[in-house]
Each structure stands twice: as structure tokens, then as C-alpha cells.
């Protein structure tokens, strides 16, 4: 299974940017997903995870309000919608696979994405 991530961008502050998380070599209708990042100089940190069939969803503090989590099994996809963006969001933004335990801890996944690079700045 392969993961590409796709939406990232320079955006301004207050605005909104749509991250996608599209598999290759396999299906996502198995794996809950979730998305993380990591600012330069700051260790990686979950952000948002979704389980299998969408049944469980869940969001750092930090973003609570401002992101969205949802999946498209459909099209192999899972979205991550983000709104009112803020500098302090500012990373690299990865997706990864795994069971719902690990994408909760980010530790043990099975696959990882490369990342796309969000930037907030005026």
C-alpha cells in the first residue's frame, strides 16, 4: 500500500486548505487512518485520526473546531479539511495507515505517506 498526500500550500492566516490522502497497491477499507505533523525544530504530532467506516473520529485540542476528518473509501481517499488556519499550524503534514490503537498513538504503522508541506503566512 502505498499513501500520497496532496493540498498542501501557502495559505493566510484565517484561511482554508483541503489535505488528501490517496492509496495505491491496495485499499484503505481495512486501515483507519490518520494524519500528522511535524514543524521544523518540533517533534511530529498527531493531529487527526478516523477508523475504519468512519465510526470513531478524533482531533487534537490544538485543531478541534478548525479541522475536519472524513474518508471516501470509494475513491481510496481520506480528506483532512482545514479551516481558520493559524502561523502555529505550520508543518509538514503526514498520513499513515495502521490499526485504530496506532494511528491514536502514532506509533506501530504500517504506512506512511511523504508529506505536504502547509504553510500559514501573511
Known amino acids: 500500500l502505498q499513501l500520497v498526500e496532496s493540498g498542501g500550500g501557502l495559505v493566510e492566516p484565517g484561511g482554508s486548505l483541503r489535505l488528501s490522502c490517496t492509496a495505491s497497491?491496495?485499499?484503505?477499507?481495512?486501515?483507519?487512518i490518520g494524519w500528522f505533523r511535524q514543524a521544523p525544530g518540533k517533534e511530529r504530532e498527531g493531529v487527526s485520526c478516523?477508523?475504519?467506516?468512519?465510526?470513531?473520529?478524533n482531533y487534537a485540542d490544538s485543531v478541534k473546531g478548525r479541522f475536519t476528518i472524513s474518508r471516501d473509501d470509494a475513491k481510496n481517499t481520506v480528506y483532512l479539511q482545514m479551516n481558520s488556519l493559524k502561523p502555529e499550524d505550520t508543518a509538514v503534514y503526514y498520513c499513515?495507515?495502521?490499526?485504530?490503537?496506532?494511528?491514536?498513538?502514532?506509533?506501530?504503522?504500517?504506512?506512511w505517506g511523504q508529506g505536504t508541506q502547509v504553510t500559514v503566512s501573511s
Open positions: 497497491g491496495g485499499t484503505l477499507d481495512y486501515y483507519a
Open positions: 499513515a495507515a495502521g490499526i485504530w490503537r496506532a494511528v491514536l498513538t502514532g506509533t506501530e504503522l504500517d504506512y
Open positions: 478516523i477508523s475504519v467506516e468512519s465510526g470513531d473520529l
